[in-house]
């Protein structure tokens, strides 16, 4: 048996986020150990037959078990309000996970069509192996409902959406699948567990690219899936131990400090996030401010509810002049890191027509709204006054 943290019945999930985990070693480390090993020694024989014949729990072999990553998966599960979860080499291993883990041949999934374009991607290939994904829209339920087919096993939200700030009703959603005898998986990374805990809402599964907030340093890739323990051991261990997109150790005790403070850096970098929604919108050569965070924004009420009442830390704009508008305000940066990245304590700035969403058709672009003006800002922990004079210098231009 794997022991668990003492810690008194009912403590808050702050108290968990830095002490939920595994009990400290002999030597009574008070900063959780790394354990940089691949393999674990068993006493004797017969003791290491029972392990591998799981009749014993403990740690065996890093691809599928590890300490380290066991005081991580604890960690996001207890901010996810999930009973199990299970640490992946990325995000995109993550979404993996959930499609080998919970799908076969003739299998239907309907995924909004405003997902990570890599998550697309994915859904497409496995379309080689007989199952089919729906793609519809992130704002409209009746859609998600339309596309119901008795072979619908899945439905897959990303929100909010990327660049554009669109939100999906994570409980209307929830209901739509239960009545499907399908499962709800919602990619959680935009908002974090700090902002926004899709299962108390009703999701299922919970999909993190720890990459981006969870780290929050940006200095590693990592991912997780999220959801009730006995779905995760039945359905995700046997997958990671057979096919192995485990998460190293080293990424997993990042990930692990990184959710100590990830509170109160989603609080601080949503807040310099809504100051500067603000300010964009009412700068001349800014023709439209995205943020949740807005009173302008479509979802604001929903996002208000859904998201602890915060917009989050992502704030995209378009900037008068189309294209060149755009790379005028993003060269004009001096602060600003110039990369698609998100979830970093620096702020990071990009144009999602050229960059992220530039395999896409110009039709296709426009269709979904990613115009050649915008530009989109990830709010880091800079004082928020340097980002809007960073800002502003292209936009004075
Ligand atoms: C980055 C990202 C992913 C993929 O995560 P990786 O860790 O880069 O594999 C998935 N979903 C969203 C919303 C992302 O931003």
């Excluded at 897959?156 to 994570?170: G, K, M, Q």
Aim: glycine share 10%; charged share 15%; hydrophobic share 45%.
């Amino acid at each position: 048996m794997i022991p668990k943290v003492d810690l008194p019945e009912g403590v808050g999930l702050q108290t968990r986020a830095v002490r939920e985990g595994l009990p400290p070693t002999a030597w009574g480390e008070n900063s959780e150990a790394l354990f940089l090993t691949s393999s674990f020694v068993h006493p004797d024989a017969e003791t290491a037959a029972r392990r591998f014949a799981n009749e014993e729990e403990a740690f065996v072999y890093s691809r599928f078990g590890n300490p380290t990553v066991t005081m991580m998966e604890r960690r996001l599960a207890a901010l996810e309000g999930t009973g199990g979860c299970i640490g992946t080499a990325s995000g995109m291993a993550a979404i993996l996970m959930l499609i080998l883990g919970l799908l076969k041949g003739g299998d239907h999934v309907v995924c909004s069509q405003s997902v990570f374009g890599s998550t697309i991607r994915l859904f497409q290939d496995f379309a080689r192996f007989g199952i089919e994904t729906s793609f519809v829209s992130q704002t409209d339920p009746a859609q998600w409902q339309a596309a119901m087919r008795p072979n619908t096993k899945l439905l897959f939200a990303e929100t909010p959406s990327n660049p554009l700030t669109e939100v999906c009703d994570i409980a209307a959603l929830a209901e739509i699948a239960r009545a499907g005898g399908a499962l709800l998986a919602v990619d959680n990374c935009f908002c974090s567990p700090a902002l926004q805990r899709p299962a108390a809402l009703g999701a299922d599964l919970i999909v993190h690219s720890g990459t981006k907030y969870l780290d929050g340093q940006g200095r590693v890739v990592a991912g997780a899936v999220c959801g009730p323990e006995a779905l995760i051991a039945t359905k995700f261990v046997p997958v990671m131990r057979s096919a192995g997109m485990s998460l190293s150790p080293f990424n997993a005790w990042v990930v692990l400090k990184g959710l100590e403070t990830l509170a109160v850096r989603m609080q601080a970098q949503s807040a310099r996030a809504l100051q500067l929604a603000h300010w964009l919108e009412a700068q001349p050569a800014v023709e439209r401010v995205y943020y949740p965070g807005l009173p302008s924004h479509p979802q604001h009420a929903l996002a208000m509810r859904q998201q602890s009442g915060s917009g989050g830390a992502v704030v995209s704009f378009v900037a008068r002049g189309a294209r060149a508008g755009a790379f005028g305000v993003i060269d004009a940066t001096r602060i600003c890191s110039i990369t698609a990245n998100l979830g970093d304590t620096k702020t990071t700035i990009t144009h999602p027509a050229s960059t992220s969403h530039g395999r896409l058709t110009e039709a296709q672009r426009q269709a979904a709204g990613i115009v050649q003006g915008m530009v989109r800002v990830a709010v880091g922990l800079e004082d928020v006054e340097d980002i809007q004079a960073d800002l502003q210098r292209g936009l004075a231009a």
